[in-house]
């Protein structure tokens, strides 16, 4: 997937951002409260209801690309309903909300125009169905249109400001597997290296599974690592060998730091060097066609890592990053064509690329300007 073009609309909380363009990499910079974050998650709710979410008052317009550069545009309402309890019941028909208009066009043809009573596919009414769920879940097994919700799954949100968890977001029964304290792999069985990446393992037990099999890679990733932690001298991923199984432990990640004698354990290595050892690792084992939203990039990563991360950043032209940060550091070490300056007037979020603010050439004087700039050291205008 490659978002070329969103524009998102919360209508209960009365707040919307305008249309942004995307390339490759984007930078979302502003001061704290302008929106960056309410930014990525606008794009990550598209990600819920194209897998049947239904959201309260939630209007889009995405326009995106698929691996195979075909163009879709996606288009969607919910009805708005305000005064709703604080905690809802989740058995209350209250909290199922309508769709009240959906488009899907792919390379600028109509696939599907859906009003409050009709779904129109390929210029046909359907049958009826379910006015709650996007036809993205709902006639998701159709070769149009399966692609789209196969793009949205390729979304990945990082959120750097919260503690590290190697178990979030993996589904209970892949837990249940796990808390039985080993995963067991057959030793003549090797999984291929594209089925590793495009898998919904967590990012932990994919390094183990290119550990096992793919040196060359867990290589690469260790060296970067060590290349921002310098104090550490080697990574491994424990594992117990039998005759007929390797098992890798609930925790298999350990690193050697240099004077010190015993190795350290995943759940002892610190939450700043494990985020940044999953991040690598994200970076180098998500499948072509992944978008990868990092939420202030800066927090728990340290100084030491971002230049490393960054060149990663660049380097991987097939997935696509898009960032926020305040920090001066990062805005200052990634090129000045990815920034994109985000200010809020009221509930109205806006984002302006650099190259539309007039700043200097080089990049130490744009950021000069930039943190001069009324829309960047303001941001938030409240008349």
């Known amino acids: 997937m490659r978002i070329k073009r969103v524009a998102f609309w919360d209508n209960k909380l009365e707040w919307r951002f305008e249309s942004i363009d995307f390339s490759n990499l984007a930078l979302l910079i502003g001061v704290s409260g302008v929106g960056k974050t309410k930014i990525l998650k606008g794009i990550l709710s598209l990600k819920e209801i194209a897998n049947g979410a239904s959201l309260n008052g939630i209007a889009w317009d995405i326009t995106f690309s698929t691996v195979n550069n075909v163009e879709y545009r996606w288009q969607g309402e919910f009805e708005t309903k305000k005064n709703l309890p604080i905690i809802l019941d989740e058995e209350d028909e209250n909290n199922e909300f309508t769709i009240v208009r959906e488009h899907l066009f792919k390379d600028g043809n109509l696939l599907i125009e859906r009003t409050p009573n009709d779904i129109m596919f390929k210029g046909k009414t359907t049958l009826k169905l379910s006015p709650f769920q996007s036809v993205v879940e709902i006639l998701g097994r159709e070769e149009d249109i399966s692609p789209v919700q196969q793009a949205f799954n390729q979304i990945l949100y990082s959120d750097n400001s919260s503690s590290v968890n190697a178990f979030d977001n993996i589904p209970q029964r892949v837990l249940s ?81 240099k004077n010190v004698n015993d190795w350290i354990s995943q759940n002892n290595i610190s939450s700043g060097m494990l985020k940044t050892l999953i991040l690598i690792t994200e970076i180098y084992l998500s499948p072509e066609g992944t978008v990868i939203l990092i939420d202030e990039f800066e927090n728990s990563l ?8 960054t060149d990663l950043l660049a380097e991987n032209s097939n997935i696509q990053f898009i960032l926020t940060s305040h920090h001066p550091y990062i805005i200052n070490n990634i090129r000045m064509e990815y920034w994109k300056v985000v200010t809020r007037r009221g509930g109205v979020v806006t984002v302006k690329d650099a190259k539309d603010l007039n700043l200097g050439k080089s990049k130490h004087q744009a950021f000069t300007q930039l943190i001069n700039l009324d829309e960047y050291s303001e941001g938030i205008n409240i008349e």
Not at 302 to 309: L, Q
Request: aromatic share 8%; proline share 3%.
């Open 177 to 257: 597997l796990l808390s039985n304290s080993n995963i067991s792999l057959q030793r003549n069985i090797t999984l291929d290296l594209e089925s590793i990446k495009t898998s919904n393992l967590p990012t932990f037990v994919k390094l183990a599974l290119i550990a096992s099999d793919y040196s060359q890679i867990f290589n690469k990733i260790k060296r970067r690592f060590i290349d921002i932690f310098p104090q550490v001298k080697d990574v491994k991923i424990e594992t117990i060998t039998d005759n007929d199984n390797t098992s890798f432990l609930l925790f298999p990640i350990q690193i050697k730091e």
């Open 302 to 309: 340290g100084v030491n890592c971002i230049d490393v991360v």
